[in-house]
């Protein structure tokens, strides 16, 4: 059942919980927002099953449509399971809380999830997110890793804030699934990894070695870290220092490239095969 029901616009509540579609907010509050019935689905799954994460996600509140409520009543029961009130706002509350042109009706307030670099334990894969800007791609890129079996995924304090309303919709609900680390400098997350075992690759288009390869040699077999760099240039040489060296996807045919996302896909599924045949 719905705890209360907002109308109008001009709420000091709903006011409050607009304002997390800004950086500035959700940093100073340490919460953001997760729109869409899947993204809260997700949220409200990994707030109530108690999976050991380093730190608990947290859905805060909830705030949907009668529609919405109608046609999604397994999230009802998962709120009240989870003891997370439901707010039913009418469609222009919910258009001035949505940062979608269409929205779905439902949006949920969550809790930062964010764990610290330290908190991992022994891992096995691990992507890392440097100089990445789009918050579309670095969501893809986190929902990839996810399906992949990846351990975490790094954010790092140059990348895109996965926070951000676009990252977290494009991460459909993988944002919930596994330990993000945000904001640690690309040089102490490969000293991390490799302290943990792992050997790190620099995922770069020019690299010397291809992938295919790198996985006959076994270089793959083992923990791997990767490193993913900027949609536009990559990753800088002082970076590609820093790992154990750059591995190329093969282009077969007369793409001139891959995007960020699809080689990241690549490279993480490859590894995932490797280190499962190994």
Known sequence: MASHEFTSVRSPRIKGVRRLAKRTFRQRERRF?????????????????????????????V???????QRHLDLADAAREAGVPIHRVSLDVMSELAQTVTPQGVIAVCEFVDVPLESLGDVRMVAVLSHV?????????LRTADAAGADAVVFTDASVDPYNGKCVRASAGSLFHLPVIVGVPVARAVDFLRG???????????????L??????????????????????????????????????????GAESLNL????AVCLYTTARQQRRS
């Not at 918050?135 to 893809?140: D, F, H, L, M, S």
């Not at 943990?196 to 291809?210: F, L």
């Not at 996302?261 to 990241?264: D, S």
């Open 63 to 69: 705030f949907a449509t009668t529609e919405a409520m």
């Open 33 to 61: 927002l997760a729109e869409g019935p899947q993204a809260v689905r997700e949220a409200l799954s990994a707030a109530g099953d108690g999976r050991p994460r380093g730190a608990a996600p947290g859905v805060v509140e």
């Open 133 to 141: 800007r789009d918050p579309g791609n670095a969501g893809t890129v």
């Open 212 to 253: 295919h390869t790198a996985a006959d040699a076994g270089d793959l077999d083992g923990p791997v870290g990767w490193v993913f760099g900027n949609e536009a240039w990559g990753l800088p040489e002082e970076t590609v220092a820093l790992t154990d060296g750059a591995v190329s996807v093969p282009i077969y045919g």
């Open 261 to 264: 996302a699809t080689a990241a």
């Open 196 to 210: 943990a075992g792992a050997r790190v690759w620099a995922a770069d288009g020019g690299g010397p070695r291809d």
